[in-house]
């Protein structure tokens, strides 16, 4: 049998930064990338688009296994585009009430099961850094590096709020604390793939690092582990 493609899972709450940290991660070693936050996203999204309530779970898990959507790389130097049944939803399923969504119907069990394998069919050569919530304790259990990155409250609200404001949305940060930690109870209490570190995770608290800090300190990880590319 040939080897399996090597895979560096990084999972963390909401704003710690794993999103963006991952892309830079797979772009500097060259490896495939897996937004897995995007497909729950894109699950809520085309839910409300075809007036599936987010409370039917059976009908959820269909839509999950039929779900159309492509990651189109192709662009240079950005972030991929994501495409939904033809239409370019990037920048669409990126607010947060959509990330609201993406919470209430990650927490389904039978979504979560038809998601599964979807997520593990990128693990292809040369590797995969994959970004989520249970990538280094469920989907990927075997990833040779699995990073556990998060930050306080306060700070991933603060981030947040910056990023909407540069995108001129008018945002209120008591709002955006409070929605943050509603959703990491949630989160962490759900039944099913609960958020929390791996029992071999690298655990990285980033409140205080930069971007370019916390990618150096994964760096060096992956390299202690022979995944430099």
Known sequence: MSPQ???????GPSGSGKGTVAALLA????????????LY??????AQKHG????????????????????????????PTIVLEGEDVTHAIRNEQVGAWASQ????????????Q???????????VADGRDMGTVVFPQAALKIFLT?????????????LKAKGSDVNLASLLEEIRVRDERDTRRAVAPLKPADDAVQLDSTTLSIEEVLDVILNEAAARHLEG
């Open 27 to 38: 772009r500097r070693l060259g490896w495939h990338l897996l937004d897995s936050g995007a």
């Open 105 to 116: 119907v990650a927490a389904l069990p039978l979504v979560r099961q038809a998601l599964l």
């Open 151 to 163: 930050a306080s409250a306060g700070e991933r609200a603060r981030r947040r709020f910056e990023q």
């Open 52 to 79: 599936i309530e987010l409370t039917d779970e059976q009908s959820l898990g269909r839509l999950a296994a039929a779900l159309d959507v492509q990651f189109d790389t192709s662009r240079l130097g950005q972030g």
């Open 5 to 11: 493609p090597p895979v560096i899972a990084i999972d």
């Open 41 to 46: 996203r894109l699950l809520g999204y085309a």
């Open 118 to 128: 979807r997520q593990q069919d990128f693990q292809e050569m040369p590797g995969l």
